[in-house]
């Protein structure tokens, strides 16, 4: 699913932390109401959070469980030739099946049906 984000009119992109903390920090326009966060700041460490040697501990046995199952792969015989091709054609196949999609639902449109409706007559699977 694509994701539509839209810029607030006559405002530029902003990018990087050095803007979003001048967005936070407090230039309010005259009338209007101060910046309001959507969801709550995160708790400092130390009150209900993981120390941050924590997560360095739980991300090197991470790192050291990928490196396990790489050299598993490679054992049984994979290589990254091989995983590259099939990302590949895992795109193709999706950007073939977006068009067809999309064609389908114009066909459906003009008929005035809906696109589970021309499944059958295609011969296509729902859970396709």
């Not at 959507?38 to 209900?48: F, K, N, S, V």
């Amino acid at each position: 699913m694509l994701r539509r984000f839209v810029r607030p009119r006559g405002r530029p992109w902003r990018q990087g932390c050095a803007s979003t903390s001048r967005s936070l920090g407090g230039s309010r326009r005259s009338g209007g109401a101060g910046f309001r966060p959507p969801l709550p700041a995160a708790p400092p460490h130390g009150a209900g959070g993981e120390a941050p040697c924590d997560d360095i501990g739980a991300l090197k046995e991470k790192d050291r469980a990928l490196d396990r199952e790489i050299a598993q792969l490679l054992s049984e015989g994979y290589s990254v030739e091989e995983l590259e091709k099939h990302i590949s054609l895992l795109h193709e196949y999706n950007e073939i099946k977006d068009a067809g999609q999309m064609l389908l639902g114009k066909l459906a449109v003009i008929r005035g049906v809906t696109t589970k409706q021309l499944y059958p007559e295609y011969d296509l699977e729902l859970n396709d």
